[in-house]
């Protein structure tokens, strides 16, 4: 049998006529029972998680609810950004596998990186939900990977004002540290890619070097030498945005044979020092590993994620729905318009059911690597696979 996916959006509040109103509905766009449902509430909905979940279970039939707080929603082609309400994406696929496990904060703490008992199994795709006030994500995502390098993993930062407000949840209950969620078997599958919304500017440069989060020197020059070189590259109105927008890129694969946008892992730029030729970076750069500096702004990203679209247009069959991590960076403020990362993706793809959430920090694979970014569109995209 054929999978099933349906995304709903609600703009209001918490109350129980609503939520059960929803669930009416989402019971029925689906014959049977919906596998799972990915979530994304407002902060007022924290105090109703276990009546809001109950009923989406129990009324919408869906079997396990995994989400996540934030401020920002998206649904198909609507980025809202503000005010109160929910958005999810429920999947049914017959004959699939879906296995919610949950990120111990104590056991990340304490020294087991991943936050689980057992490693992540590679035959899975995985969907990560993280609490950031909770855990150190950047340490959580090197020990993901360092235990299972090629357990693909696409997700989130949950976003909120402060940490009463950020929860990460399953089935009605808080879960200190995360949760993710595992896909195997059937016909389902999850394609994920990541969009960056940088162009890299200069030259590929090899790191001679470095210490911890400073990069001294780039092939033969200082790194901030380097950096003024990249800087010329701009044009006259570039360079008047190039404050806050130049960024170093570092390479995640070193055998390929051009780099392009895509090869690089974006990290932000701390400080630069003309003295000491010192560039110091968001990130911990080695020796030998290729750095390009980078360029941010509505035209790149844009331009970016134009082309990670076209690539997954030719790569996958036609989208049964999808989810949307979006850096809260993005959205109307910078791009100068609304919705236009949803409009963007379902225009190329063609519509279909979509839901996410604006994050405080993005999780996805670039050159086969997963990462955790920033002013970053990661993006899983389900279809079926005879």
């Excluded at 009324?59 to 609507?78: L, P, W, Y």
């Excluded at 590679?122 to 969907?127: F, R």
């Excluded at 909120?160 to 078997?185: L, M, P, S």
């Excluded at 630069?272 to 990203?301: E, F, L, M, N």
Aim: proline fraction near 4%; glycine fraction near 12%; charged fraction near 20%.
């Amino acid at each position: 049998m054929a999978s099933t996916l349906y995304s709903y959006s609600c703009q209001h509040s918490f109350s129980v006529e609503i939520v059960e109103a929803a669930a009416k509905t989402i019971r029925g766009e689906c014959p049977t029972a919906f596998d799972l449902a990915t979530v994304f509430v407002t902060a007022d909905y924290l105090k109703h998680l276990d009546d809001f979940c109950d009923i989406l279970r129990v009324d919408g039939h869906i079997k396990e609810v995994v989400g996540c707080t934030t401020k920002g929603r998206i649904d198909r082609n609507q980025e809202t950004e503000s005010g109160q309400g929910f958005c999810l994406l429920a999947i049914s696929s017959p004959g699939t596998e879906f296995l919610v496990k949950k990120i111990q904060a104590n056991l990340v703490l304490g020294g087991d990186g991943h936050g689980m008992e057992s490693s992540p199994s590679e035959s899975y795709k995985w969907i990560s939900l993280l609490d950031p006030y909770s855990i150190p994500a950047d340490v959580w995502m090197q020990n993901w990977n360092a235990a299972s390098p090629r357990a693909v993993c696409t997700g989130g930062l949950a976003n909120g004002a402060n940490e009463q407000v950020t929860a990460v949840f399953h089935n009605g209950k808080e879960i200190e540290g995360g949760a993710v969620v595992g896909i195997k078997g059937g016909t389902l599958r999850m394609h994920s890619i990541v969009s960056q919304g940088c162009k890299p500017i200069g030259e590929p440069l090899t790191v001679t070097r470095a210490e911890d989060n400073v990069i001294y020197a780039l092939g033969s020059q200082p790194a901030y030498q380097a950096l003024e070189n990249a800087f010329q590259t701009l044009s006259d109105s570039e360079k008047s945005t190039a404050r806050g927008n130049l960024f170093a890129g570092l390479a995640t694969n070193e055998y390929v044979d051009e780099f392009h946008a895509g090869d690089f892992l974006v990290r932000n730029i701390i400080g630069a020092d003309p003295a000491s030729g010192a560039v110091v970076i968001g990130g911990i750069p080695r020796v030998g590993q290729t750095v390009q500096y980078q360029y941010r702004d509505r035209h790149a990203a844009s331009g970016d994620l134009a082309e990670a679209m076209q690539i997954v247009a030719k790569k996958i069959p036609p989208i049964l729905g999808s989810l949307i991590f979006s850096c809260a960076g993005r959205g109307k403020k910078f791009f100068g318009i609304g919705n236009h990362d949803t409009q963007m993706i379902q225009g190329v793809l063609g519509s279909h059911p979509s839901a996410g959430f604006f994050c405080n920090g993005e999780i996805g694979p670039i050159r086969s690597t997963n990462c955790l970014t920033g002013y970053a569109a990661s993006m899983g995209f389900f279809y079926d696979h005879a």
